[in-house]
């Protein structure tokens, strides 16, 4: 398949196989054909939103060494970056809720928790937030795995989506297998939470039959959102040799998620934010604030992190209008597909 049959293939809207998505992110990243496809990609992605990007925020409820020790993240107990947990306070926690909701263009905010938080505690703030948002605005969790009747407990708390990715290296960089990501998707969407994914996070080391596979599989369980983050080097870390993909990089393989993923799926994230990434189909940025696990610093807007305001501006620079109001990536209703045991 050349470039032309690529381009027109995603212009009818078919789904590509396997093959050629590996195809697509085979091609140099300076390529004419790299160029082509995310301008194609920038161009659905822009059909599908009527011009119009969406920045949410996220802000994490603690800070504290994680027994789950994920090989990328400044979390991981084993880094000895973060010794002493920290918890936010309600009161701290609805600052920042609040920080994110009342600004015009953020749509949505993510509570995000280490994986060892209590979960009771989580779900008595996250009640508390949500009774200050304002009228629109989705609350959405980032969380670890969750039973069944946990979901359901998100539900009742005021929840409206979640945060879930099936990482790169599920099983081997993490301590978690790809099927157990699955299940807690199949439960989150069960339990009528609306599922945000991204391909993440990616580092040179990663094939792009293994990042194929990643994008179809995101693909398969109707997503609000899907994309592509690259893995920031936290110093230290047993991933650091690697080093990290270029923006330019990342901005490809989020093109080729973008055409290799259903129209129903509007939402197209890349993180961190940046204009290549922008117009190659992102139209999903976050603002970040407190606790971060691509950052060594303890509050990340003072480090990596950006405000709902930085985020707008960047899409702004690639010619995205930013939407204010309800978010239209969440505002959808999973149709929940067969997923293989
Ligand atoms: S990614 Fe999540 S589960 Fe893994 S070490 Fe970091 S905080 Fe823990």
Redesign the pocket.
């Known amino acids: 398949m050349n470039i032309h049959d690529i381009i027109k293939k995603a212009r009818d809207g078919e789904q590509f196989t396997k093959g050629e998505v590996i195809e697509m992110l085979s091609y140099p990243t300076t390529s004419a054909e790299t160029a082509l496809i995310m301008g194609e990609a920038g161009r659905v992605s822009r059909e599908l939103t009527n011009n119009t990007a969406e920045v949410h925020g996220q802000f994490a409820l603690n800070l504290a060494p994680?027994p789950?020790?994920?090989e990328f993240?400044s979390?991981?107990s084993q880094y000895g970056i973060f010794k002493d947990p920290i918890e936010l306070s309600v009161e701290e926690c609805i600052a920042y809720a609040r920080q994110f909701d009342e600004t015009p263009e953020n749509t949505s905010v993510f509570l995000m928790t280490?994986?060892n938080y209590d979960f009771g505690k989580f779900l008595e703030i996250a009640k508390e937030v949500k009774s200050i948002m304002k009228n629109g605005s989705y609350m959405v969790a980032n969380v670890?795995d969750m039973s069944e009747k946990r979901t359901r407990q998100m539900k009742d708390a005021g929840f409206h989506g979640v945060y879930h990715a099936i990482r790169m290296g599920e099983g081997s960089t993490?301590k978690v297998s790809i099927n157990q990501r699955m299940k807690s998707v199949r439960n989150f969407q069960d339990a009528g939470l609306v599922v945000g994914t991204c391909v993440e996070p990616i580092g040179p080391e990663h094939t792009n039959e293994q990042i194929a596979e990643h994008i179809l599989l995101a693909a398969s369980f109707d997503p609000a959102f899907s994309g592509a983050m690259r893995r920031i080097t936290i110093p230290g870390s047993d991933l650091e040799n690697y080093g990290m993909i270029s923006e330019l990089r990342i901005a490809q393989i989020v093109a080729v998620t973008r055409l290799a993923t259903p129209r129903s799926v509007i939402g197209n994230c890349t993180h961190e934010p940046n204009v290549i990434g922008a117009y190659a189909g992102a139209n999903l940025f976050w603002a970040e604030s407190g606790g971060n696990?691509r950052d060594t610093k303890e509050k990340t807007e003072e480090g990596r992190g950006l405000s709902v305001g930085d985020c707008a501006v960047i899409f702004k620079e690639a010619d995205w209008n930013v939407h204010t109001g309800s978010s239209n990536y969440f505002n959808k209703k999973h149709a929940v597909l067969a997923q293989p045991e």
């Open positions: 994680c789950v020790n994920c993240c979390f991981a280490t994986a670890g993490t696990p």
